[in-house]
DNA sequence: CGGACAACCTGGTTGC
DNA sequence: TGCAACCAGGTTGTCC
């Protein structure tokens, strides 16, 4: 579900709300959503810690707590956070309460369970196993035309693909991939190695200036979606390629095309992205 | 290296 | 109405 505009506009919303809020005790309806350490451990470590910071690692959030230790969350599809105060109603799926000193709840719920949480200690994350390995941030000075083309030089592999490779890019996923790849005016197929320069530079272009509009949108909500207050996002009005098969493209007026690309789908325009 | 596919899950949509 | 098939924002592992 989430990718990078999205996570980052959690970690916006929560940021308003949760810094400063001490975690009096953790409530776990469904122990499989904790990856690390088992979950007795887990509610015995964040109890009597202190919120001190959100942030975001590609599609990972992160929240710094009291003591030097992170909690990592990865959405996965259908994962979602949500602060809220103690009368609301439980959202079906719902997996873990943290109960705040002022009584609200943060809730981790999750209809497909694919999301999970880690607590880690500062130093370690570097070592976990998926945030250790991702790619440069997109929207961060060091993700350059250079950048770009290094990453790219002799991979034969299509340029889709390796879009959603976060150990190279951190933070893109399928709707932003195509996007991007569509702004670029590149055909998803494309062999990564054989982007001339200028190519290179509009795909870099492309990438930056699509992440930048949807969190400035606060993300695509398809249908699971919502920030940290429950509220949805507005980019899903934006899309020019995905899950458009069929209707005419915005820059050309060709109808939008879709093929699958191990197993998932890839939207483009076969009128301007050869 | 690269690609296809299954697995992990639930639920919404589509078509017969 | 019923039911099966297919689809979904992600990641990881296996097999060829």
Sequence with gaps: MPELPEVETIAKSLSASLPGLVIEKVEVLNSQVIAAPGSGEFCRLVAGRKILGLSRRGKYLLMSLSGDLVLA?????????????????????????????????????????????????????????????????????????????????????R??????????????????????????GLHPLRPACTLTGEEVEALHAAIREVLREGIAARGTTVRDYTDGRGQAGTFQEKLRVYRRQGQPCPRCGKPIARLVLGGRSSYFCPGCQR
């Design 73 to 157: 969350v990865h959405l996965r599809m259908t994962g979602r956070l949500i602060h809220t105060g103690p009368g609301e109603p439980l959202a079906r799926h719902t997996h873990l309460i943290f109960f705040l000193q002022n009584g609200t709840q943060l809730r981790y719920a999750d209809t497909r369970r694919f999301g999970r949480l880690w607590l880690l200690a500062p130093g370690s994350l570097s070592t976990h196993p998926g945030i250790g390995s991702l790619g440069v941030e997109p929207l961060s000075p060091q993700f350059t035309p250079a950048y770009l083309a290094g990453a790219l030089a002799g991979r034969r592999t």
């Design 159 to 184: 340029l889709k693909s390796l879009l959603l490779d976060q150990r190279v890019v951190a933070g893109l996923g399928n709707i932003y991939a195509d996007e991007a790849l569509h702004r670029a």
